[in-house]
């Protein structure tokens, strides 16, 4: 019941992170949505990693989940809307105990994490060669 709460408490900071749309979308005439098209092609959306004081909750809720498979599962609510550093990503790794387990939550994780600069962090979790090889690879298809 407890990680149960905790569950949905990383569940709702989630959906609070998702941007909300518009029921019902207003026309807008042909000239507006040539200029919005010609603005979205010169400025691309630039991917953030989740704010600091949102990583730090998750971070706890995650450090005070017994069993790694419930820590996967409170990962995997929390990359729902969110994206991570590798530094972030890093961390929550360093709070799982064995190699499968993290290779797992790096398969869920790996699509959401916006740098590639720091992937040595996210690689040093790793004990094995065969693991930090399958971690490689994950990382590489992302």
Do not use: H, W
Not at 98 to 119: G, H, I, Q, T
């Amino acid at each position: 019941m407890k990680n149960l709460k905790k569950i949905m408490l990383i569940a709702l900071i989630a959906l609070m992170m998702i941007p909300v749309q518009a029921a019902a979308q207003v026309r807008k005439p042909k000239a507006q949505m040539e200029k919005r098209e010609k603005r979205e092609k010169r400025n691309p959306v630039m991917l953030r990693a989740m704010r600091d004081n949102d990583f730090s909750m998750v971070y706890r809720v995650v450090k005070n989940t017994s069993f790694d498979k419930n820590k996967i599962d409170i990962i995997r609510v929390a990359c729902i809307g969110s994206n991570f550093s590798s530094n972030q990503c890093a961390k929550l790794l360093s709070l799982l105990s064995f190699d499968d387990n993290k290779l797992e939550a790096l398969e869920v994780m790996a699509p959401k994490v916006v740098d590639d600069r720091d992937y040595n962090k996210i690689m040093k979790q790793f004990s094995f060669k065969s693991s930090k090889e399958k971690a490689a690879k994950i990382l590489m298809k992302r």
